[in-house]
């Protein structure tokens, strides 16, 4: 069996892929190294589009190592008998938690506090921050990450609201609609999967409804954003801060990173050891069922 792997995957993931067979990671032309290949493994920026797939002559299964399939083109796989799977529940805990901290981050200014200290500037009168607790975090979209969000919220005396049209209850949130919720929560974290729907779902419009100096972090898709708008409203004031670990355009250069009051990471949600570990073994053992 041969096994392409295109985007970055830790070490220890790729022994345990190279234990299924031969392995060809990151290759320069992968129109060409898929021609032979059984299984293809992506994360978020290789595209599997039809022009893949049509170099592709003996595939059998695209592995997303993440959650969320919009970089895959699933009904072109179907059509050609590909299977596709993910590993929908490894990343949980790592992108639940990144978006605590980067809210945390954000309402304590630990940024800017840093970069004062490496400065030699030591000011802490204009380092006034907020506490969480008290506070109202506003949900969008209560999947898996979404649910742990809430979860850890709840257990830091946070205020929990959510919007999700296809979630009838919750046990650590209350449901609301999108309307109320970008109407009073003090911090917006997004967690909604990217549909032709969502695509842009927070624009002028919806931070319009925002409370005035609103926290904004998007840990999920980063086209679910108009960042022209998000960019109007930083600059406003309309919104505080954003934490930003996903951009329309990956990697990111564009006019964002002028803000001061914006953090943007590279991604990095699933980017634990722990998580690369349950994700290698999610697919692994689903490429087990399906190839035997």
């Not at 392995?23 to 599997?48: C, E, F, G, I, M």
């Not at 607790?133 to 929990?160: F, P, Q």
């Not at 970008?182 to 974290?189: G, T």
Request: with cysteine.
């Amino acid at each position: 069996m041969k096994i392409v792997i295109a985007d970055d995957l830790d070490e220890i993931a790729r022994r345990k892929f190279e234990k299924l067979g031969d392995l060809v990671y990151k290759p320069t032309n992968l129109h060409l190294a898929v021609q032979d290949a059984d299984v293809l493994v992506v994360r978020s920026t290789t595209k599997v589009d039809e022009r893949v797939l049509d170099a592709a002559k003996r595939l059998k299964v695209v592995a997303r190592a993440g959650v969320g399939l919009d970089n895959i083109d699933v009904l072109a796989c179907e059509r050609g008998g590909i299977k596709v799977i993910d590993a929908a529940g490894a990343t949980t805990s790592s992108v639940a938690e990144l978006t605590i901290g980067l809210i945390i981050l954000m309402l304590r200014k630990v940024l800017t506090a840093h970069d004062f200290a490496k400065q030699k500037i030591w000011k802490r009168n204009e380092l006034i921050g907020n506490e969480l607790r008290g506070k109202t975090l506003g949900i969008v979209g209560l999947g898996r990450i979404g649910s742990e969000v809430a979860r850890i919220a709840k257990s830091m005396n946070i205020k929990v609201i959510a919007y999700d049209p296809y979630v009838k209850d919750s046990e650590n949130a209350r449901l609301v609609t999108l309307d109320e919720l970008l109407r009073n929560s003090d911090v917006v974290s997004i967690h909604a999967m990217l549909t032709s729907q969502t695509v842009g779902m927070i624009n002028s419009e919806s931070i319009g409804k925002m409370k005035d100096g609103v926290y904004l972090v998007n840990t999920s898709r980063g086209a679910l954003i108009d960042e022209e708008a998000l960019y109007a409203a930083l600059k406003s004031g309309k919104i505080k801060a954003a934490a930003l670990d996903v951009l329309a355009q990956q990697p990111y250069d564009g006019k964002l990173l002028e803000c001061d009051n914006v953090i943007i990471t590279s991604h990095i949600g699933a980017n634990t050891a722990e998580a690369q570990e349950r994700i290698s073994d999610e697919l692994i053992n689903k490429l087990k069922i399906i190839l035997k």
